[in-house]
């Protein structure tokens, strides 16, 4: 496969089994998009198999300007996330929690301080390579879905293996190994406007997860949801935690979503508190 996004292979064994537990299809094996090495030239990620800690972030700080005016949002910020780790980051609206988890995904940069990722340092990779880097290490749940609405629950999975060198064939395989994860195989060739609300989230969930990430980063995912459908959505997400041991970065400011974590960090007016509440 050409350097910059390698091509698919089975997973594990133990993730295979993890999803046919999930799926509850004994004959239908996990094989997901995306191992824990990525290779851009010379550069290819070890990390994840000689450290525990999968998110390394040290000494980051964060501001934005208006016009004259600086803001600061994140105020030397350190701490790490081992790898399989369910962590909910709380605080009051205006806290950092989203900057700092988009800071983590790789969508913008601090202005100060590192950022390793599988120990690839984020922060110095151009705009291309982090382009790169994103599509193959992070899968994104937002609070609104953001499908694409003239698209079937199917094509809107299938998105970022487009950015891969799969043939339709597996991608076919992966798209309905995702959905069938999520009880959604009767349903893929439904447009969103024909899904419910925790349907929907179930859709951008799947289609977070076909490339099987490094991280998943959840923004508010269950805040446009009603209760029950949002209790459906964190009962599936420590699934995804627990029996496939995805790292999993949660941002909600309602506290029965965190308890769904394992552990627990508060934001407040840019600092991290320091302890964690299990």
């Not at 969930?205 to 923004?219: K, N, S």
């Not at 459908?229 to 029996?243: H, M, P, V, Y």
């Amino acid at each position: 496969a050409p350097a910059g996004l390698r091509q698919c292979s089975p997973t594990s064994p133990r993730l295979g089994y993890a999803a046919r537990q999930l799926t509850g299809d004994s004959n239908k094996p996990l094989s997901l998009c995306g191992e824990r090495a990525w290779a851009k030239g010379t550069m290819v990620n070890k990390h994840l198999m000689e450290s525990q800690n999968v998110v390394e972030i040290n000494h980051i700080s964060k501001s934005y300007r208006r016009g004259e005016q600086i803001l600061p949002v994140l105020n030397d910020i350190s701490f790490d996330i081992p790898s399989g780790e369910f962590l909910a980051l709380m605080g009051p609206s205006g806290s950092g929690k989203s900057t700092l988890l988009n800071l983590i995904a790789g969508i913008d940069k601090p202005d100060r301080g590192e950022i390793r990722i599988g120990g690839v340092d984020i922060t110095a990779l151009s705009e291309s390579q982090l382009a790169d880097w994103r599509a193959t290490h992070v899968g994104f749940v937002f609070q609104f879905y953001n499908l694409i609405p003239v698209l079937t629950a199917f094509e809107n999975v299938e998105l970022p293996l487009l950015l891969t060198r799969l043939s339709g064939k597996q991608r076919k395989q992966h798209v309905e190994t995702a959905l069938s994860m999520m009880g959604l195989i009767e349903r893929m060739h439904h447009y969103p406007s024909e899904l419910s609300g925790g349907e929907q989230q179930r859709v951008a969930i799947a289609r977070a997860v076909v490339t099987d990430p490094t991280i998943l980063v959840a923004d508010e995912p269950t805040g446009d949801l009603d209760r029950a459908s949002a209790d459906d959505i964190l009962k599936l997400l420590g699934r995804l935690n627990r029996e496939l041991g995805k790292t999993i970065i949660l941002v909600t400011h309602d506290p029965h979503a965190a308890q769904s974590a394992r552990i627990i960090r508060h934001l407040d007016k840019g600092v991290l508190d320091t302890a964690e509440v299990p």
